[in-house]
């Protein structure tokens, strides 16, 4: 009786896997495109050609793509055979001289489905940071969770309407407003007068699926506001940044439940100590005693200076941000187990013109005309936009923060550790770019948009558009002069492009103990595991129960 009842607790499991589970394209069936035989045209040797060559192999040709085939010049055609797997067919058939190429006949995935791929915000097809990091795919599991939070520690986060029902106001929190600093004004966790925390905050988590604007990583994720500059966003002094870290260490410790999937510091502080040097500076200690309490990740950009992360300037900065022989701050801190550090990448797979770099870079992501949430209240701007497409690591950090956090509202019981050794493990390698030499050109189109959107804004006359395009780039190309000295051996991170997905059947493998494969029962519906077990020990309860 057990090896029946085992029997059948297996049969369950398979049961509940066939429903969620479906392999990538279908098994012994090949795509194949084979040559024309000269002298003869398509429509004449379409069928007997790759017929006779299918036969050969013990397969069949199941569909002509007639027309298409008639086009390309090419005999194009659905293989199929019974007995073959889909590997040996293609292998055999490029083995032949009479075919161009096969492939398998993937599975495409219905855009009608309401639960997953896309969401139905107007403008989140166009950021395309999404569909670099495989986002979608994620999606069609989890699109996050209120029960998970996500911390912007920055320059604040507007209520905006994209993001409002995202954000854990009662949690908000302004470094600012404690009793002894200097009067700010307006001075809430939500009056972001530069529009940046509101940027990053809607990349980790603008409400998705909500028919308005875009859409984050997470369409559904609890954002923490940590607001650490003032009014006119003076560089903030590190107490601030401290007293950030400070409050979230007490938020973590006086809500022990409190699933904080990361924190996310797009923020840089140039200083001359070295990083070994650092150790014993307040600065590291509060990052330090955070790291230690071992709840949440820490995401920090890598800076936009064109510098190695780690190591010294080696040029005073011509905009005044950085010294010669001075290290950016968090990212060059070392010795911090759930530290993460985000350098950028542009839509075509080159390395962000500004990104800094080097082996102590974890991570590359998207930071090129990152669309996302902005704030209508920036200071400076006659008619600030209430979306707003921005360069920067800082755009590039949370789209890691809001994988992140899309990870864990997966597996809610993952650690910090875990998580970020999934996202490195699966980062994809062959996007990766190197990030000299700078074949950075100051386009005039680039200028041109740049100067067009401030002629909208009122910013300066349309009779003045020439000499401004003209005097933009001539500064831009001064700038970017400075920092064509690197030897063209060192790629933008240490592992590889963000790869949501891949970070993602990393976690479902290692929890199942199975295989992995997009799509699969284990990637995709660990729950549904869990109640086969269930079912199996109800049954073998059941009959020691029973024997008893």
Not at 259 to 264: D, G, H, Q
Not at 442 to 448: H, I, K, L, M, T
Not at 515 to 522: A, D, E, F
């Amino acid at each position: 009786m057990k090896s029946k009842i085992f029997v059948l607790s297996l049969f369950v499991l398979t049961a509940l896997c066939s429903s969620a589970w479906s392999e990538t394209y279908a098994e012994g069936e090949a795509l194949a495109v084979f040559r024309v035989p000269e002298g003869v045209s398509v429509s004449a040797a379409g069928v007997s050609v790759a017929e006779a060559a299918a036969s050969e192999l013990g397969a069949s040709v199941a569909e002509t793509y007639e027309t298409l085939s008639e086009i390309e010049g090419k005999i194009m055609v659905l293989v199929r055979s019974p007995s073959k797997s889909t590997e040996q067919l293609i292998a055999e058939l490029k083995a032949r001289p009479d075919v161009i190429t096969a492939s398998p006949n993937y599975y495409a995935k219905s855009q009608s489905v309401s639960s997953a791929e896309f969401p139905n915000d107007p403008s989140a097809d166009l950021c395309w940071g999404l569909k670099a990091i495989n986002a979608p795919e994620v999606w069609e599991y989890t699109a996050g969770s209120h029960e998970i939070y996500a911390c912007v520690v920055d320059t604040g986060v507007y209520k905006h309407p994209d993001l409002v029902d995202n954000i854990a106001a009662e949690y908000g929190y302004n470094t600012n407003t404690v009793s002894g600093d200097y009067d700010l004004r307006f001075g809430s966790w939500d009056a972001d007068f530069q529009g940046h925390g509101t940027h990053v905050a809607g990349t980790i988590g603008a409400v998705g699926n909500n028919g308005l604007g875009v859409a984050g990583v997470n369409w559904n994720v609890k954002i923490i506001p940590v607001r650490v500059f003032d009014v006119e966003n003076a560089d903030e002094t590190i107490s601030y940044e401290i007293r950030g870290l400070n409050y979230i260490a007490n938020l973590l410790q006086t809500n022990p439940s409190m699933k904080l999937a990361a924190l996310n510091f797009s923020l840089s502080c140039y200083l001359y100590k070295t990083p070994s040097e650092m150790w014993n500076d307040v600065y590291y200690m509060a990052y330090r005693a955070l790291d230690s309490l071992n709840r949440t990740l820490i995401v920090v950009s890598a800076g936009n200076s064109g510098i190695e992360v780690g190591a010294p300037a080696l040029f005073d900065d011509p905009d005044n941000m950085f010294k010669e022989g001075t290290y950016a701050y968090p990212a060059s801190f070392t010795g911090l187990n759930n530290l993460i550090v985000v350098g950028a990448v542009a839509s075509n797979d080159t390395a962000a013109s500004f990104t800094d770099w080097g082996d102590k870079v974890d991570i590359a992501a998207p930071g090129v005309g990152i669309l996302s949430t902005y704030s209508p209240i920036t200071a400076g701007e006659r008619n600030p936009p209430m979306y707003e497409s921005l360069n920067g690591t800082s755009m590039a950090a949370p789209h890691v923060t809001g994988a992140a956090a899309l990870l864990m509202s997966a597996f809610p019981n993952a650690t910090p550790a875990q998580i970020k050794s999934a996202l490195l493990e699966g980062a994809n390698k062959d996007r990766n770019p190197l990030v000299y030499p700078y074949a950075y050109v100051v386009s005039r189109e680039a200028v041109e948009r740049f100067v067009d959107r401030r002629i909208a804004r009122g910013e300066i006359s349309a009779d003045a558009r020439e000499s401004e395009i003209v005097r933009v780039k001539a500064e831009d190309e001064k700038t970017y002069a400075m920092f064509k000295q690197f030897d063209g051996k060192s790629k933008v991170s240490r592992t590889g492009l963000l790869d949501v997905k891949a970070a993602y059947d990393i976690l479902s493998k290692r929890r199942t103990g199975g295989s992995s494969t997009s799509g699969g029962c284990n990637a995709g519906k660990p729950v549904m595991i869990l109640a086969a077990v269930i079912f199996m020990a109800v049954i073998i309860t059941g009959r020691k129960n029973f024997s008893a």
